[in-house]
């Protein structure tokens, strides 16, 4: 989107499920209202762009690669993410994001997304700006670095770490 960030930030009713579809290679096939609402663009405008037209620059790229490498494997993926508004402000979701079946082929993916809790922001948001400054300054392997280290430290696979937060 070619809009300048802000700092502002938009909030959602924990009520609320920001909900899109995809074709396979990520182009918006479906937005519902919610989602709509919040990023400020109607659905038209939306329609057939790839999904990272409300891509964040805060956001690290090592999130998105794990999120395609588990849709790649057919699998969902839990994720925070921090989306762009049409008006610049930022809003974060968590996500889910899940290959669509039909007829045991994945037809396209799509993604439900709530409010995230204050408590899991306190650890994510900290947690990206260190993935963040470590892919500007080492690239994406420095990043996937971090994130193998802290799950190892853990003990859990991603989504598992995701989920426990
Ligand atoms: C169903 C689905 C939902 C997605 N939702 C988002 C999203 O909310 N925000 C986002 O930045 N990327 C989302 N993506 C990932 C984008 O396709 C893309 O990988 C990401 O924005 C990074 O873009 P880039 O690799 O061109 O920088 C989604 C992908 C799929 C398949």
Known sequence: MNVNPTKNE???SKDEFLVT???LKGRITYANKAFTN???MCEDE???QPHNVIRHPDMPKIIFK???NYLQDKKEIHAYVKNLCADGSFYWVMANVTPS???GKVIGYHSVRRKPTESSMKIIAPLY???LRAEKQGGI???EKIVNELLISKGVEYDEFILSI
């Open 10 to 12: 938009k909030h959602f």
């Open 21 to 23: 579809k995809t074709d």
């Open 38 to 40: 919040i990023v400020e």
């Open 46 to 48: 939306l329609l057939n």
């Open 66 to 68: 794990l999120l395609w």
């Open 101 to 103: 079946f039909y007829e």
């Open 129 to 131: 700006q260190d993935l």
């Open 141 to 143: 392997s420095a990043s």
